[in-house]
């Protein structure tokens, strides 16, 4: 599904009215409509709550008129606050205020009265719907319309934001005025893309889809690159499985990984391979930990490769990864494999030289900084992991910087280099070199936990094995990690799952989805 920017989204309703013959009049009715059933879903006794309604001048306000009339119709007490003089209200948007006048919904201009009546409404209220401004945001929210959202925020009310909650910069997800906290939004036609990611999906609460009769072709327009993943998108990537397979039919992971008091990333990460459905897995680790792992791992092959002094490995070790790693489908490097000087060199050298898929992660990306020239020489696709801090790292700027851009940073090195980014984190988001940007829609602190990258990695390595392009696998995987860490946390709460938790749950996830 696309996710748009308030911009793409004027456009797309500017062809379904232009291009389409759809009338304003029209699209605003069928809004109305489905923003009252949606209702109806959410709170089954509706009929029975004392509703107000906040509705600006613009089309979002005219929303919210035509929800108006439809709860008035339904035998719900509605009260509708006008955040304009009434002659201000223009085009659609007046024209279904008329209508409700005229049926006798209570309408009350709220400037013409005390902020403290306000204050009283809403306390008295049991819904709060907000129609103030949608994706119509201009700067920051100021006057009569600050207030009110302050009072609202403060009320401990069930809250409804139409299209957008009101102060929240439709297109990046910031909030840098008063903004409404809502509940549930219930978004027309496509999510946007500030809906998505934070802090404006702690806005948002949960985010509802409706359709109000915008053609397909217009919603499905290719050259919109930003979208949101989906079961039905997911299980189309995931790789064929033959009933006449064998284990060579899979493909094969090599995953070097690992260093003194970081075995549990190695063994995380090549065990999420195996259970995601590759053929053969072998974990490359420095020499004098390879027994610790024999112990440790059945399923999975080790290679004991040579190693420095500080137990990580070592360029010693080069000669024989180039002439193992022809034999594999895919490379993992990075899962707690150090930043040992002479590892990091080693780590450059192999990505460079590697004439097989690669997916980067943890502290290869932090030998990558050291020298992003490798990221160009390269001849192979390639997938990066980055968290947060390792991005920062990586392009050498601040985590504020990168939290404040993540949709526009991920994408901007994915084109400039040529390769998959996944840059995790709450909302994952995974870019390409085209642009075209998926966005992730999970929820789960318990997903925050130490081993829980080194998960991701082997579950992408796992899919590219079996065939699946590296962009694929990226978006494939990503989806497929949060779904087990989703089942991980059923069973043992937020609070208390840690990384293997959410390994243990890897087959589940992709039972469910097949």
Do not use: W
């Given at each position: 599904?696309?996710?748009?920017?308030?911009?793409?989204?004027?456009?797309?309703?500017?062809?379904?009215?232009?291009?389409?013959?759809?009338?304003?009049?029209?699209?605003?009715?069928?809004?109305?409509?489905?923003?009252?059933?949606?209702?109806?879903?959410?709170?089954?006794?509706?009929?029975?709550?004392?509703?107000?309604?906040?509705?600006?001048?613009?089309?979002?306000?005219?929303?919210?008129?035509?929800?108006?009339?439809?709860?008035?119709?339904?035998?719900?007490k509605v009260k509708v606050f006008l955040l304009?003089?009434?002659?201000?209200?223009?085009?659609?948007?007046?024209?279904?205020?008329?209508?409700?006048?005229?049926?006798?919904?209570?309408?009350?201009?709220?400037?013409?009265?005390?902020?403290?009546?306000?204050?009283?409404?809403?306390?008295?209220?049991?819904?709060?719907?907000?129609?103030?401004?949608?994706?119509?945001?201009?700067?920051?929210?100021?006057?009569?319309?600050?207030?009110?959202?302050?009072?609202?925020?403060?009320?401990?009310?069930?809250?409804?934001?139409?299209?957008?909650?009101?102060?929240?910069?439709?297109?990046?997800?910031?909030?840098?005025?008063?903004?409404?906290?809502?509940?549930?939004?219930?978004?027309?036609?496509?999510?946007?893309?500030?809906?998505?990611?934070?802090?404006?999906?702690?806005?948002?609460?949960?985010?509802?889809?409706?359709?109000?009769?915008?053609?397909?072709?217009?919603?499905?327009?290719?050259?919109?690159?930003?979208?949101?993943?989906?079961?039905?998108?997911?299980?189309?990537?995931?790789?064929?499985?033959?009933?006449?397979?064998?284990?060579?039919?899979?493909?094969?992971?090599?995953?070097?990984?690992?260093?003194?008091?970081?075995?549990?990333?190695?063994?995380?990460?090549?065990?999420?391979a195996m259970r995601s459905g590759t053929g053969?897995?072998?974990?490359?680790?420095?020499?004098?930990?390879?027994?610790?792992?024999?112990?440790?791992?059945?399923?999975?092959?080790?290679?004991p490769l040579a190693e420095t002094e500080k137990?990580?490995?070592?360029?010693?070790?080069?000669?024989?990864?180039?002439?193992?790693?022809?034999?594999?489908?895919?490379?993992?490097?990075?899962?707690?494999?150090?930043?040992?000087?002479?590892?990091?060199?080693?780590?450059?050298?192999?990505?460079?030289?590697?004439?097989?898929?690669?997916?980067?992660?943890?502290?290869?990306?932090?030998?990558?900084?050291?020298?992003?020239?490798?990221?160009?020489?390269?001849?192979?696709?390639?997938?990066?992991?980055?968290?947060?801090?390792?991005?920062?790292?990586?392009?050498?700027?601040?985590?504020?910087?990168?939290?404040?851009?993540?949709?526009?940073?991920?994408?901007?090195?994915?084109?400039?280099?040529?390769?998959?980014?996944?840059?995790?984190?709450?909302?994952?988001?995974?870019?390409?070199?085209?642009?075209?940007?998926?966005?992730?829609?999970?929820?789960?602190?318990?997903?925050?936990?130490?081993?829980?990258?080194?998960?991701?990695?082997?579950?992408?390595?796992?899919?590219?094995?079996?065939?699946?392009?590296?962009?694929?696998?990226?978006?494939?995987?990503?989806?497929?990690?949060?779904?087990?860490?989703?089942?991980?946390?059923?069973?043992?709460?937020?609070?208390?799952?840690?990384?293997?938790?959410?390994?243990?749950?890897?087959?589940?996830?992709?039972?469910?989805?097949?």
């Amino acid at each position: 599904m696309k996710v748009v920017t308030s911009r793409q989204m004027r456009e797309i309703d500017r062809k379904a009215i232009e291009e389409n013959n759809i009338s304003g009049f029209t699209l605003m009715e069928n809004a109305g409509l489905r923003i009252f059933q949606s209702l109806k879903n959410i709170y089954p006794d509706l009929r029975l709550k004392k509703i107000i309604i906040f509705s600006g001048s613009g089309n979002n306000g005219g929303d919210g008129f035509v929800v108006s009339r439809h709860l008035h119709d339904y035998g719900a007490k509605v009260k509708v606050f006008l955040l304009a003089p009434f002659n201000k209200f223009k085009g659609e948007a007046g024209e279904k205020l008329n209508i409700i006048n005229k049926m006798g919904v209570e309408l009350t201009e709220a400037d013409a009265i005390k902020l403290e009546e306000i204050k009283e409404a809403i306390q008295n209220s049991d819904l709060i719907i907000d129609a103030m401004l949608g994706t119509g945001l201009q700067g920051i929210v100021t006057g009569l319309k600050a207030k009110i959202i302050d009072l609202v925020n403060t009320a401990g009310k069930e809250v409804v934001a139409i299209d957008v909650p009101s102060g929240l910069n439709t297109d990046s997800g910031k909030i840098e005025g008063p903004c409404i906290k809502a509940n549930h939004t219930i978004t027309l036609a496509l999510p946007k893309i500030g809906l998505l990611l934070f802090p404006g999906a702690s806005h948002a609460g949960k985010v509802t889809v409706e359709d109000i009769g915008i053609p397909a072709h217009l919603l499905k327009n290719i050259k919109i690159k930003t979208n949101i993943i989906t079961e039905e998108i997911v299980k189309s990537l995931l790789p064929f499985r033959a009933t006449y397979s064998h284990k060579g039919s899979f493909g094969k992971v090599l995953i070097l990984a690992g260093s003194v008091g970081m075995t549990g990333a190695a063994y995380l990460a090549s065990e999420a391979a195996m259970r995601s459905g590759t053929g053969i897995v072998t974990l490359g680790i420095p020499r004098s930990l390879n027994q610790i792992m024999e112990v440790k791992l059945t399923e999975v092959m080790t290679l004991p490769l040579a190693e420095t002094e500080k137990q990580s490995l070592g360029e010693e070790a080069e000669g024989t990864i180039s002439k193992l790693i022809k034999n594999y489908s895919v490379l993992g490097i990075g899962p707690g494999i150090s930043r040992q000087t002479e590892t990091k060199r080693l780590i450059r050298k192999i990505i460079e030289k590697a004439h097989i898929s690669l997916v980067v992660d943890a502290d290869a990306i932090y030998a990558l900084s050291e020298d992003l020239s490798v990221l160009k020489k390269t001849k192979t696709p390639l997938v990066i992991t980055p968290h947060t801090g390792e991005i920062a790292k990586l392009i050498n700027k601040s985590i504020d910087f990168i939290l404040n851009n993540r949709l526009d940073v991920t994408r901007e090195i994915a084109q400039k280099y040529g390769i998959v980014v996944v840059l995790k984190g709450a909302r994952t988001i995974i870019a390409n070199k085209e642009g075209e940007v998926y966005i992730n829609a999970g929820d789960n602190s318990g997903m925050a936990t130490g081993g829980s990258g080194d998960v991701l990695t082997g579950i992408i390595c796992s899919l590219i094995a079996q065939g699946t392009d590296n962009f694929s696998a990226a978006i494939a995987g990503v989806y497929i990690h949060s779904l087990a860490g989703n089942l991980a946390r059923d069973i043992k709460g937020e609070r208390g799952m840690i990384a293997g938790d959410i390994l243990s749950q890897i087959p589940q996830a992709f039972l469910n989805l097949e």
